[in-house]
């Protein structure tokens, strides 16, 4: 391929064919961010909800260090789990470097500050509009953050979503603990940075037109619950106001 409209047109054809390979590394790359986010977004979304009501010494200095794992290098994460899981390391006899679980541990740490951050803003918010009320009924701390979580349950979707897109857009820890190894570790972003210095375009581009379609459904996602959640709550005010109208003098 020595033209740019001739590997576009070739990455077309993989995508618009099913290509076996092209699939089988969309799927795997899906199926690890989507199993990352879903431990992430299980232990973030509590501890955000938590952090978001409670007041304890040093709260300050916990949220500094949170927000600040929200800039993590990838690629720092990689190292570090590498070093866990090698063989003279202290997971070491999990035998879990160069696999699917490995890929997958290091998209979860990378997704959970930004999950947990991202919670803990949303419900703090909330907090201050809500939790007054909620404190005068006797609701405890995380009694409180749950109830608040739960009227925030949308917002914490968009949060979710989010997370997502952080874990499927990922390169550099993958790469590290994976070893993006064909047909086993392989995924969207690896292969792409993998088959472009081999010079096989139509490949990288394909996956990456991939790649953008998926960012693009979540972003497309992420508008489209805002919008439906500004219909629904337009539509509680409007109900609410004509009650007010019927029942007034």
Request: hydrophobic share 60%.
């Amino acid at each position: 391929m020595n033209t740019f409209a001739d590997s576009a047109a070739a990455a077309w054809y993989l995508v618009v064919s099913a290509d076996p390979v092209l699939l089988a590394i969309v799927g795997r790359s899906l199926a690890v961010s989507a199993t990352a986010c879903l431990l992430a977004c299980g232990f973030g979304l509590l501890l955000g909800a938590w952090l978001a009501v409670a007041r304890f010494p040093g709260r300050g200095l916990l949220l500094t260090l949170l927000n600040t794992l929200l800039a993590l290098p990838s690629v720092v994460v990689g190292l570090v789990i590498y070093l866990l899981l090698s063989r003279s390391g202290p997971l070491g006899f999990l035998g879990w470097l160069f696999s699917f679980k490995a890929m997958v541990l290091a998209q979860t740490i990378l997704v959970l500050p930004v999950v947990t951050a991202l919670t803990r803003q949303a419900i703090e918010d909330a907090d201050r509009a809500h939790g007054e009320q909620l404190r005068s009924l006797g609701a405890r701390s995380l009694a409180r953050g749950l109830l608040l979580a739960a009227d925030e349950r949308y917002a914490l979707v968009t949060v979710v979503i989010t997370a997502f897109g952080r874990a499927v857009s990922e390169v550099g820890a993958v790469m590290i603990v994976g070893g993006n190894i064909d047909g086993f570790t392989r995924v969207m972003t690896t292969a792409i940075a993998l088959e472009t210095s081999k010079g096989d375009l139509p490949l990288a581009l394909a996956l990456g037109l991939v790649l953008l379609a998926v960012v693009l459904a979540l972003n497309l996602a992420i508008a489209a619950l805002r919008a439906w959640r500004e219909r629904v709550d337009g539509g509680a005010a409007d109900a609410m106001r004509a009650r007010t109208l019927e029942v007034g003098p």
